[in-house]
């Protein structure tokens, strides 16, 4: 087995990591009202439309943030190390704490309170590190020669 170069696996998992960023924390952002103060008042009210232009919002202060690190550095690659793995974990932590806020309404409804956070945080972390486990396996899994 012969693992391609590490630059084409590096390259999926940080635009895998803005993606991540932007539709997790988009999508946190679209629930809370006072996060929308900068959008027309005719385009608050419709939730789908906020979170698309939250989510576009974000990708392009993303892209910005990407651009400007690599210009002062003067690097010729786009992505470093430190971006894309604080993209990334703000996209992990925003999903975590969407999957706690999904969980916190539906289950576990006549259990004590203390133990049925701890029980709702511990299945929201095992919920969201699954698929992103999962995810970052089959893109690895993509680039191995055999």
Request: net charge positive; charged share 10%.
């Given at each position: 087995m012969l693992a391609m170069p590490y630059i084409l696996v590096d390259i999926v998992l940080n635009v895998v990591a803005v993606i991540f960023f932007?539709?997790?924390?988009?999508?946190?952002?679209?629930?809370?009202p006072s996060a929308s103060g900068y959008l027309p008042a005719r385009l608050r009210n419709h939730r789908f439309l906020v979170f698309v232009v939250h989510g576009i919002v974000l990708s392009g202060l993303a892209i910005t943030v990407v651009l400007v690190n690599?210009?002062?550095r003067?690097?010729?690659?786009?992505?470093?190390p430190f971006i894309s793995d604080l993209f990334?974990?703000?996209?992990?932590?925003?999903?975590?704490?969407l999957t706690y806020q999904f969980l916190d309404k539906r289950c576990f409804l006549t259990t004590?309170?203390?133990?049925?956070?701890?029980?709702?945080?511990?299945?929201?972390?095992?919920?969201?590190?699954v698929p992103v486990l999962a995810l970052v396996t089959a893109v690895v899994g993509?680039?191995?020669i055999r």
């Open positions: 932007c539709i997790t924390s988009a999508a946190l952002l679209s629930k809370y690599a210009r002062v003067h690097v010729t690659y786009l992505f470093s990334f974990s703000v996209g992990f932590i925003s999903s975590v704490v004590p309170k203390v133990q049925r956070r701890l029980l709702i945080a511990m299945i929201a972390v095992v919920m969201t590190s993509l680039f191995i």
